[in-house]
């Protein structure tokens, strides 16, 4: 067989991934999900595992040929096991929205009750969106942020859940920027013997580095994505008490996919490894002292935050009041143009729509990744509020666009 490259086989493909790879180095990656992962995940996401066919779990395979597909993957549990401290976790899931299918599907029955976080108050689309199969086939209300201060009305979640009397109340978000009490969203669950799903899809990295409190042993399902704030192979997880083992194991496959991406598994335990070393803790602290700074500074410079700051990796940031005439759409097409990628973002009490939203939702994990500091990010703020000030003054763009240039180049990517 030859050793082609994509450059031999396919140059417009091998064009468009270096391109990719340019565009990472030279601008500002602040999709608050979004990261950079090791070359070491890469390479174990671009291994030949992508060829092997591995439906089942280590040793209960239904092909042959499974030896390092199950290495591999016992290797990607046994290190989430001990980053989590789950007593099951399955590393299956093609995506964070696959283990919240998982989870449903082996627990819920078409038109049973679910309770989660309005999609425009940080919520997410698999949490029960129309647009979804949850908003389809399940019943869904939906609690709010307390529209004074951004934060999680937990009395009112559990007075919800009191009237409603849900089958599943669903925790974790996606567009959050507050710490989450997980006991409170328990005990409204306890009260009305309703299961809890916590999604940690955003914040895994921060629990699995012990700088968000873990809802692994209090919320009956903890699910979430590996390559956000964890870094590792792209996908998702599910971890859950050994009395749903079973259950959550049939819902993920067969239930819900087919044969696993084990080449993403592999990445999963790679991310996984890398995660558990003790500079991952300063990692995850600096994401959060990153976001922190970056919050301060969109603040002095006259923006609004959601909650007036953060406790994690994101800010969200409410245009309304400072630029009722932009939208996040607007900002977030010339922050772009300027080499800052974030993107608009609905807000709490949100008046215009989804895709033309009023907020923009800017995170630290990729920065922080890159070797940004406090002193960067602040200067990332005043570099966003400048674009935001003036979203049509080319001069202003042109400056910002020179100003990201240096960060990047002081702040290397992918030598
Ligand atoms: N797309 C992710 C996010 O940006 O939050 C969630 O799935």
């Known amino acids: 067989m030859d050793h082609d490259t994509v450059r031999d086989v396919d140059p417009a493909v091998a064009d468009a991934l270096e391109g990719e790879v340019d565009r ?15 070359e070491a995940v890469i390479d174990a996401q671009g291994s030949a595992l992508t060829n092997k066919y591995a439906e089942g779990y280590p040793g209960e395979r239904y092909y042959g040929g499974c030896e390092f597909a199950d290495e591999v993957e016992q290797l990607a549990i046994d290190r989430a096991t001990e980053l989590f401290g789950a007593e099951h976790v399955n590393v299956q899931p093609h995506s964070g929205t696959q283990a919240n299918q998982a989870v449903y599907f082996a627990m819920l029955e078409p038109g049973d009750k679910i309770l989660s976080l309005d999609l425009n108050h940080g919520g997410h689309l698999s ?27 937990y009395d009112d979640l559990a007075e919800h859940a009191a009237a409603f009397d849900p089958d599943i109340i669903v925790s974790g978000y996606s567009a959050y920027p507050r710490e989450i009490e997980w006991e409170r969203i328990q005990d409204a669950a306890d009260d009305v013997d309703a299961l809890h799903l916590a999604d940690i899809a955003h914040i895994t990295g921060l629990v699995a580095a012990g700088v968000h409190p873990s809802p692994v042993g209090i919320a009956d399902f903890v699910t979430g994505s590996t390559h956000k704030t964890i870094r590792s192979g792209r996908g998702g997880i599910v971890m859950c008490d050994e009395e749903y083992a079973d259950d959550i194991d049939a819902a993920v496959f067969p239930g819900g996919q087919g044969g696993p991406l084990m080449h993403n598994v592999a990445g999963k335990a790679v991310g996984f490894k890398e995660a558990l070393e003790p500079a991952f803790e300063d990692y995850a602290e600096q994401t959060v002292a990153n976001a922190k700074a970056l919050g301060e500074s969109l603040s002095e410079n006259g923006l609004s935050l959601v909650s007036d700051g953060t406790d994690n990796h994101l800010v969200l940031v409410d245009l309304r009041d400072s630029h009722p005439d932009t939208t996040g759409g607007d900002a977030e097409e010339a922050l772009e143009d300027a080499g800052i990628v974030l993107n608009g973002n609905t807000v709490p009490g949100e008046t215009r729509s989804p895709f033309n939203p009023s907020g923009i939702r800017a995170g630290t994990p990729a920065l922080t990744t890159r070797g940004f500091d406090e002193d960067d990010c602040r200067t990332v703020g005043d570099l966003i509020a400048r674009v935001v000030d003036a979203p049509e003054d080319e001069a202003v763009i042109e400056e910002v666009r020179e100003e990201v240039a240096t960060l990047c180049d002081e702040n ?4």
């Open 412 to 415: 290397p990517l992918y030598e």
């Open 24 to 38: 990472q180095r030279e601008s500002l990656q602040m999709i608050a999900s979004e990261n950079h992962v090791s």
């Open 127 to 153: 949490h029960g969106h129309p647009a979804n199969f949850t908003g389809q086939l399940y019943e869904v209300e939906q609690y709010e942020v307390d529209p004074e201060t951004g934060y999680i009305d």
